[in-house]
């Protein structure tokens, strides 16, 4: 699996898109993208995955640069109960899922 | 309908003991999983299964032992339970043949006093 890299946190307004980046330099060519989060101490949840197009769907955006060694989830109106550890994982689709530290959002009124 | 569910969701119990955590799920996957999450955050992967057997086996202390009955089961069970144990653990199951998609239980909050 390869290696990811996110900041540690980020806060954003509510309201506002919340858009968290991630690094993936080392990522193979069959290896997914997938955004999850943890809400205080729930179990994580999925948001989103993707290989190397653009994804969209109820709860985020998912945009990969072309050269897939970064992307970036978007939450376009970010809401109190955003708030969260958003995690970002680089593997095949049956791989196993390496959670790392993560980015701490925290959506402020 | 609770996708995936383990119990129990609280456990107290005293260094030396053994205790076991279940875990189900009603999604049909072929694979779960054990994670561990300690008082720093960090989300640890133990174990997995696939059709009922390990595939995954991350340097974990013998004292753990998966047990999987069934597919739609993963069970843990912990022999002379120490300080450090005291974790949440949380099962999840993935969808390995469609998208991979993790899908995690609530966890089990584990405190060894």
């Known amino acids: 699996d390869a290696k990811t890299t996110q900041p540690t946190s980020m806060d954003c307004a509510e309201g506002r898109a919340a858009n968290l980046p991630c690094n993936h330099s080392?990522?193979?060519?069959?290896?997914?993208v997938y955004w999850y989060r943890q809400i205080h101490s729930q179990g994580p949840q999925y948001i989103i995955h993707?290989?190397?197009n653009n994804e969209t769907n109820e709860m985020a955006s998912l945009i990969i640069t072309e050269d897939r060694k970064s992307s970036t989830l978007i939450l376009p109106h970010a809401t109190l109960r955003d708030t969260a550890v958003y995690y970002c994982?680089?593997?095949?689709?049956?791989?196993?899922?390496?959670f790392g530290d993560g980015t701490t959002l925290t959506v402020k009124p | 309908d609770t996708a995936v569910s383990q119990t129990p969701k609280y456990l107290v119990t005293q260094m030396g003991n053994d205790k076991s955590i279940k875990c189900e799920q009603n999604l049909g996957h072929d694979t779960m999983y054990w994670y561990k999450q300690d008082s720093k955050k960090f989300l640890k992967i133990m174990f997995s299964y696939n059709n009922k057997e390990l595939i995954i086996n991350e340097t974990v202390p013998n004292r753990f032992s998966p047990k999987s009955p069934d597919k739609a089961h993963l069970n843990l069970h912990i022999n002379s339970l120490e300080l450090g144990d005291s974790a949440v653990y949380f099962c999840?199951?993935?969808?390995?043949?469609?998208?991979?998609?993790?899908?995690f239980g609530e966890g089990s909050r584990l405190t060894v006093l």
């Open positions: 080392t990522i193979s060519g069959n290896e997914y």
């Open positions: 993707g290989l190397k």
């Open positions: 994982i680089a593997r095949t689709n049956a791989g196993k899922s390496t």
């Open positions: 999840a199951s993935q969808d390995r043949a469609n998208t991979g998609e993790l899908f």
